[in-house]
């Protein structure tokens, strides 16, 4: 190993905010505030890491003026994984209204639940000097949001809590979701319940079964994984597991539904297939179809969470030593009838 000149990165790998550091001869967090526009460093100390941080390449491009220049952008980035369901843009306005508060713009991208599209959209915000990034994360391991903390910018995470990182994040009680949901069930006389899950990697989809199972398994019903299926991402794809379930010898009396679009596809299902009896359904997600078409469901609120997320974001500007902080947000089982469908008396 050869020694390196302190202050100089390696030419293999991008600068980070600790090589600013050490070439401006400041402490990391004298840089992270001075290249945050926050008051309370000398303008000698700001000119230094200013320098530093062009001389190294650190935050190229746009940036890299906007450095020169002493500005930032007043936006936050929302990362999505997906636009198309409801649940984000419901999310994004309640972000909105609370980071409004703050004096802060939102910009809005979707990853498609692509973990190196994300990370592309994560670096590209990073780089245009965007004041925080809260991301709804296709990701396994979250180590890598950690080169855009050593930049002193704020990482916030929803709906998916971070893996493998700390930093703050805003979740719904899934598990008790679940287990809410299968109790609704089993009190109906179900025993047959089936779970239509999305991807089996989603920390959510995982609480959801958990919680279900638990219920499922305290009361006897051990055999439930018969009626278990994932990757309903979509419409369609739930869609085709309900016609599966319908199709076996023993289907389902229950469905239970893990997303809202999984819901929607098993709603449109069961109405083309039109079993008779019609099975039970409970859904999660608070979707406002639900009241009108007599689903029950799991509620939840995202424009909660987005507010949450707003709040923690501007607390984590005003002060980025503050102890790293998860918020739960409750969820509530709503009955509107379909939950509430007895099972059938067998013969």
Do not use: C
Not at 21 to 27: C, D, K
Not at 256 to 279: I, K, Q, T
Not at 285 to 301: F, H, I, S
Request: charged fraction near 20%; charge should be negative.
């Amino acid at each position: 190993m050869t020694n390196q000149p302190a202050g100089q990165a390696d030419a293999t790998r991008r600068p980070t905010l600790t090589h600013v550091a050490e070439l401006a001869g400041v402490s990391l967090k004298t840089a992270s505030r001075a290249l945050g526009g926050e008051p309370h460093v000398s303008a000698a100390k700001r000119e230094r890491v200013f320098a530093a941080a062009q001389q190294l390449g650190y935050q190229r491009n746009a940036a890299a003026s906007l450095l020169a220049r002493g500005q930032l952008f007043d936006s936050v980035g929302l990362i999505t994984s997906d636009l198309a369901n409801p649940f984000y843009p419901a999310l994004a306005k309640g972000l909105e209204d609370e980071l409004r508060t703050g004096g802060l713009l939102l910009t809005v991208a979707n990853s498609g639940e692509s973990p190196e599209v994300e990370w592309s959209l994560a670096r590209n915000l990073a780089d245009h000097q965007t004041k925080a990034v809260i991301v709804a994360s296709a990701m396994a391991d979250h180590t890598v949001y950690r080169e855009l903390q050593d930049r002193g910018m704020p990482v916030i995470f929803v709906d998916r809590p971070a893996q493998h990182l700390d930093a703050d994040a805003v979740v719904f009680d899934n598990v008790g979701g679940g287990r809410a949901a299968a109790l609704h069930l089993l009190s109906a006389g179900h025993r047959r319940i089936a779970f239509i899950g999305d991807y089996d990697w989603l920390p959510t989809h995982r609480d959801r079964l958990a919680g279900m199972a638990g219920a499922l398994e305290a009361a006897g019903v051990t055999d439930w994984r018969r009626w278990l299926r994932t990757g309903a991402h979509d419409v369609a794809a739930a869609r085709a597991r309900v016609a599966e379930l319908l199709d076996t010898p023993d289907p389902p009396t229950a469905f239970f539904a893990g997303n809202n679009r999984a819901l929607l596809g098993v709603v449109e299902e069961l109405v083309y297939r039109a079993p008779d009896p019609l099975p039970a359904v409970v859904g999660f997600d608070n979707v406002e179809w639900a009241r009108v078409l007599g689903v029950t469901v799991v509620a939840d609120d995202p424009e909660e969470m987005g507010r949450q997320a707003g709040r923690l974001a501007l607390a984590r500007l005003a002060d980025r030593d503050r102890p790293v902080e998860t918020v739960v947000l409750p969820t509530t089982l709503v009955s509107h009838g379909s939950g509430e469908r007895r099972a059938p008396v067998p013969a």
